[in-house]
C-alpha cells in the first residue's frame, strides 16, 4: 500500500486549504485512513479519520468543527478539508491507512494503529 499526500502550502490565518491523501496498492473501501500531524519540536499528534467503508469519522478536539475528512471510493483517495485554519495547525500533515476498521476512538488516534504511512506534506499558517 502506498499513500501520496498533497495539497500543503501557505495561508493566512481564516483560511482554507484541502489536504488529499492517494491511496494505491489497495481500495480505499477496505481501508481506514487517518490524518496526523507533527510541528516542529512537538510528537506526531492526531487530527482525523474515517473508518473503514467511510462509516464513522473520528476527530481530535482541537479540529472539531473546523476540519473535515471524507472518502472518495471511486478516486481511491481521502481528502482533509481545513477551514479557519489558525497559525497552531502549522504542521506536517501525513496520512496513514490500515486495513482494519478502527471501531473505538482510542484505535483512530492511535498512530501505532497504523501500518502504513504517507510523506508529509507541510502546512504553514501566517498570522
Known amino acids: 500500500v502506498q499513500l501520496q499526500a498533497s495539497g500543503g502550502g501557505l495561508v493566512q490565518a481564516g483560511g482554507s486549504l484541502e489536504l488529499s491523501c492517494a491511496v494505491s496498492?489497495?481500495?480505499?473501501?477496505?481501508?481506514?485512513i487517518g490524518w496526523f500531524r507533527q510541528a516542529p519540536g512537538d510528537e506526531r499528534e492526531f487530527v482525523a479519520a474515517?473508518?473503514?467503508?467511510?462509516?464513522?469519522?473520528y476527530y481530535a478536539d482541537s479540529v472539531k468543527g473546523r476540519f473535515t475528512i471524507s472518502g472518495d471510493n471511486a478516486k481511491n483517495m481521502v481528502a482533509l478539508q481545513m477551514n479557519s485554519l489558525k497559525p497552531e495547525d502549522t504542521a506536517v500533515y501525513y496520512c496513514?491507512?490500515?486495513?482494519?476498521?478502527?471501531?473505538?476512538?482510542?484505535?483512530?488516534?492511535?498512530?501505532?494503529?497504523?501500518?502504513?504511512w504517507g510523506q508529509g506534506t507541510l502546512v504553514t499558517v501566517s498570522s
Open positions: 496513514a491507512a490500515t486495513p482494519q476498521a478502527l471501531r473505538t476512538t482510542a484505535r483512530a488516534m492511535g498512530s501505532y494503529t497504523y501500518n502504513y
Open positions: 496498492g489497495r481500495p480505499l473501501i477496505t481501508s481506514s
Open positions: 474515517i473508518n473503514w467503508r467511510g462509516g464513522i469519522t
